[in-house]
């Protein structure tokens, strides 16, 4: 009986996104499994194109007359049966198309090229009854022996011989085919040992030497008593040829093995190894994962302890335990300038059982992390989001650190929220799930309360010292006194104390660039970006104003553009300018700073933490980046610049997320046997989110909060959907978003649902044009519906009748509680 396949073709269209039927051939049918990565032909030309098989089917009438696999392009599966669980499920919980959930699994270092090739198929033919082109054609192939790629064909020839081919076509001289190569950006090297006893080592050297093959017979010697020996090491040291080599391994005296070869991912951060003896609380929460691993039914945990309080060594300790057990474990960390000291600390306990994930890989690189993950030679995998899909053979634990960061959220379709795809996997793996934070999100801290997770509280710092204080300071008492600086009197003499006493200093903003943005005071212009709806920041360095959106920018002129004055002028702060400062105030300090712009490059970061951790700079100024995980001793003040940055923003979370970043960077701050000192400069000191930072307390922080959320029907308490839609032509965008509104109101009438307070909209938004798109949405609340019927009709108005509904020259977005709305 016929077998056939279901298969998802790598083709990012809507209308490909569904499984299609393919018949397995005989001769692959006993090597083919749910999971492997095949060549199929496609379309009305059957151009070959890549598939993934998600299922095997037995023969019916339905399966008549379908195309074949061409071949399997691996020997093992690519996907899992639990990648294909986790596949189908971000489908439809993050309304995307297959395809897309499946580029987050798999490496992309694999891929297949496929191209027409044009083959001489008829020699029967007179040149003199062929063009001059034609005859051009004729030779081209000829040259190639018959075979060339199209491509390369009119490239050679250099002129327009599209419709030649197709005369040559007719008179059935030449045929043209699709050809394909798999690529996979593998590495190998070789190794040569004997294929001889050693007993016969003696007189095979005798008979080369009279043969006067010396060089073959140095090379037999140089073998004898070897176990194996690298190729590129033999040729190296006896400066031998290839052909010497190919000699022996005809005359079979020699075998050559082809080994995998894994390109080194160099880590020029260390740390000092340190033997850590847990406190108490360190090991209660260990104690509590480990009798944990046994059980069927996991809730995931949150681990909530203060900064410094040694949730790492919590790790560490039970990633041991699932070494002991030969499971594998999987930690996330937020930020690419928090992975030297993760890798540092976990490579001192792990040395080469550790692989690394993250965006600053190399596409070789992490195909080799991918195939070592995978062959079980890593056992600890490190990295960013995407490192949650790391195809671990035995699953025991997941720890996402810092779990509250909004890097969580991927912002690219599949717009997934990590920490739910680690449930699914978890889940379907029955592995443990562990949430690491100083500061949980609102949201993940209700799942506790409600019992939803297990929670695990260590609430002391490891080394027992007590939190540095913080210290508010209104700025607008500082204004009323006379101190227009950025630097608030009490901050200005704690970094010059800090210098005297040869102690470090962290300084925090979090805006690069030199200024907020750049206005003529004489005519109020202001530089804006051409393609989006925001003004540029001024970054003084280079003295452009660049859009932090597009990445467009424009050199700043000494005039107006629009009045000729020479009024122009920069407003607000961003790091850039916090560094002007510092020099200007303090000439002989020594500064770092931390922010895209500075770590661009490869090493970049590795690079500034070094130099800081190594006493080569007093001031680290910088954003985000800077706020958390980083663990230096000699650091005594931290500066916060501007908490109301953060407050002001147009976002339900952005209270949230002020106390949050508050609470972090604070924690860098007297972390080892030096007292610490937390100077936060501030207009507004009654804010509750800052009153509760200065005195650490989250749950205070945490109750207030989630009334307000309750009060307004945010998360946790109801879910939220984006639809945006965005194109060059703002009335069609209007008209396309209004038609998605008609829609939805419609189908809803049509189910009896009349009351419509959950939907807002349609709206420009926040931010309405970016990239020369302009940009309009709808948001929907679960309010008095439930989520998976909201979804629905979505997904029905949005994906399957989207062509038919909506105007070819607008695009989509669709996003499940989003991070912002902006």
Avoid at 348 to 356: C, G, H, P, V
Avoid at 454 to 468: D, G
Avoid at 595 to 603: F, P, Q
Wanted: glycine letters at 4%; hydrophobic letters at 35%.
């Amino acid at each position: 009986m016929k077998k056939y396949a279901q298969v998802i073709v790598d083709n990012n269209s809507i209308y490909t996104d569904n499984f299609f039927t393919y018949e397995i051939p005989d001769d692959i049918l006993d090597q083919i499994k749910i999971g492997h990565r095949v060549l199929v032909p496609f379309g009305k030309s059957n151009k070959p194109i890549q598939g993934f098989i998600f299922d095997i089917l037995d023969e019916n009438e339905e399966h008549k007359n379908t195309k074949k696999i061409i071949d399997i392009l691996d020997e093992e599966p690519l996907l899992r049966d639990v990648d294909i669980k986790i596949i189908k499920w971000m489908k439809d919980e993050y309304l995307c198309k297959f395809i897309e959930a499946i580029d987050c699994i798999y490496p992309k270092g694999y891929r297949v090229n496929t191209y027409k090739v044009i083959h001489l198929v008829n020699n029967n033919f007179t040149y003199e009854n062929l063009r001059f082109e034609e005859k051009k054609i004729i030779d081209e192939i000829l040259k190639h022996k018959g075979k060339i790629s199209l491509d390369k064909l009119k490239k050679n020839i250099k002129s327009n011989i599209d419709s030649y081919i197709k005369k040559l076509r007719e008179k059935r001289i030449i045929q043209i085919t699709w050809e394909s190569k798999s690529i996979k950006n593998e590495k190998y090297v070789y190794s040569l040992r004997l294929n001889i006893q050693n007993s016969e080592v003696e007189n095979t050297i005798q008979s080369l030497n009279k043969k006067r093959s010396f060089k073959q017979a140095q090379i037999i010697s140089f073998l004898a008593n070897k176990e194996k020996v690298l190729l590129d090491d033999l040729i190296k040291e006896l400066k031998v040829t290839k052909s010497s080599i190919k000699s022996l391994q005809e005359k079979d005296l020699i075998k050559i093995e082809k080994i995998d070869y894994f390109r080194k991912i160099e880590t020029t951060y260390k740390i000092d190894e340190k033997e850590i003896n847990l406190n108490q609380e360190q090991i209660k929460a260990v104690n509590i994962l480990k009798s944990n691993i046994q059980n069927e039914s996991k809730k995931p945990f949150l681990l909530h302890g203060v900064t410094g309080s040694g949730k790492t060594e919590v790790y560490i300790k039970i990633i041991q335990e699932m070494l002991s057990l030969g499971k594998d474990s999987i930690v996330l960390v937020p930020e690419i300038s928090l992975t030297p000291q993760t890798i540092a600390r976990f490579k001192n306990r792990f040395n080469d059982t550790i692989a690394l994930l993250h965006s600053r890989l190399s596409d070789g690189q992490r195909q080799d992390e991918y195939k070592r993950i995978k062959q079980g030679k890593a056992k600890i995998v490190i990295g960013a989001r995407s490192a949650i899909f790391a195809p671990c053979k035995d699953l025991g634990i997941v720890i996402i650190d810092e779990f509250h960061e909004s890097s969580y959220k991927s912002e690219t379709s599949p717009k997934y929220n990590t920490i739910e795809v680690a449930k699914k996997l978890c889940e379907e793996t029955g592995s443990i799930l562990l949430l690491g934070s100083a500061t949980p999100s609102i949201d993940e801290y209700y799942k506790c309360e409600i019992g939803e997770y297990n929670k695990i509280e260590l609430k002391n710092r490891a080394n027992n010292k007590q939190m540095p204080p913080i210290e508010v300071i209104d700025m607008k008492e500082e204004l009323n006194n006379g101190n227009k600086s950025i630097f608030s009197r009490a901050l200005y003499e704690a970094i010059d104390n800090n210098l005297v006493n040869k102690t470090q200093t962290i300084l925090f903003l979090n805006r690069r660039g030199y200024a907020n943005f750049i206005s003529c005071r004489k005519c109020s212009y202001l530089f804006k970006c051409s393609s989006c709806d925001i003004s540029l920041t001024y970054h003084k360095y280079k003295n452009i104003a660049k859009c932090h959106y597009c990445g467009y920018e424009v050199e700043v002129p000494k005039k107006c553009p629009s009045c000729d004055s020479l009024y122009l002028k920069e407003f607000g702060i961003g790091t850039e300018k916090i560094e002007e400062e510092i020099k200007k105030y303090f000439p002989n300090a020594r500064v770092l700073r931390m922010d895209r712009d500075t770590t661009s490059k490869k090493g970049s970061h590795e690079d500034i933490l070094n130099k800081f951790k190594n006493g080569q700079a007093d001031i680290l100024i910088g954003t985000q980046m800077i706020s958390k995980g980083l663990d230096f001793p000699n650091v005594t003040l931290v500066g916060i610049l501007s908490a109301d940055m953060m407050l002001n923003f147009p976002d339900f979370k952005s209270s949230e997320k002020t106390f949050q970043i508050i609470n972090q960077v604070a924690g860098r701050a007297g972390r080892d046997l030096l007292k610490g000192r937390v100077i936060l400069q501030t207009y507004d000191t009654e804010h509750y989110s800052i009153r509760y930072a200065k005195n650490y307390d989250y749950l205070g922080f945490y109750n207030e909060e989630i009334k307000i959320r309750k009060i307004f029907n945010y998360k946790p308490f109801n879910s939220l959907i984006s639809v945006v839609v965005f194109g060059k032509n703002e009335k069609s965008v209007i008209k396309n978003i209004q038609k998605i509104y008609d829609a939805v109101i419609y189908v809803l009438n049509k189910k009896g649902i009349n009351n419509f307070q959950f939907i807002l909209g349609p709206n420009p938004c926040p931010i309405s044009k970016i990239n020369n798109n302009y940009r309009w949405q709808i948001l929907f609340k679960d309010l008095d519906i439930e989520i998976k019927l909201l979804k629905g009709i979505i997904k029905y108005i949005c994906i399957e009748k989207r062509d038919f509904l909506l105007d070819s020259d607008v695009s989509l977005s669709i996003d499940t509680d989003p991070e912002s709305i902006l």
